[in-house]
């Protein structure tokens, strides 16, 4: 299992970014996948998870309304949108995916929002 993130990079707030997952090594369509985030100082959270026919929910309510996940099971691709950026979104995204019980990371992506 591979995962590995891309599209991050430093907005000013009110911005937006679209953050990618590319998947290989399983069975992409069959799994839900999960984006977390690690502020500084701070422990991972979920942010979003989606199911495999495309369902997404969204976690900390300080996210929901501004956020849009998406996926490409032909592309075995995971996205997520962010909009409307705040500086307390400032972290490192991760996506992550639960194979044969064991949960896959990929190694992140960094978001800064910052004037």
């Known amino acids: 299992v591979q995962l590995v993130e891309s599209g991050g990079g430093l907005v000013q707030p009110g911005g937006s970014l679209r953050l990618s997952c590319a998947a290989s090594?399983?069975?992409?369509?069959?799994?839900?996948m999960y984006w977390h985030r690690q502020a500084p100082g701070k422990e991972r959270e979920l942010v979003a998870r989606?199911?495999?026919?495309?369902?997404?929910?969204y976690y900390p309510d300080s996210v929901k309304g501004r956020l849009t996940g998406s996926r490409d099971n032909a592309e075995n691709t995971f996205y997520l949108q962010l909009n409307n950026l705040k500086p307390d979104d400032t972290a490192v995204y991760y996506c992550?995916?639960?194979?044969?019980?064991?949960?896959?990371w990929g190694q992140g992506t960094q978001v800064t929002v910052s004037s």
């Open positions: 090594g399983f069975t992409f369509s069959n799994y839900d």
């Open positions: 989606g199911t495999p026919a495309g369902r997404f929910t």
């Open positions: 992550n995916v639960y194979v044969g019980g064991r949960n896959y």
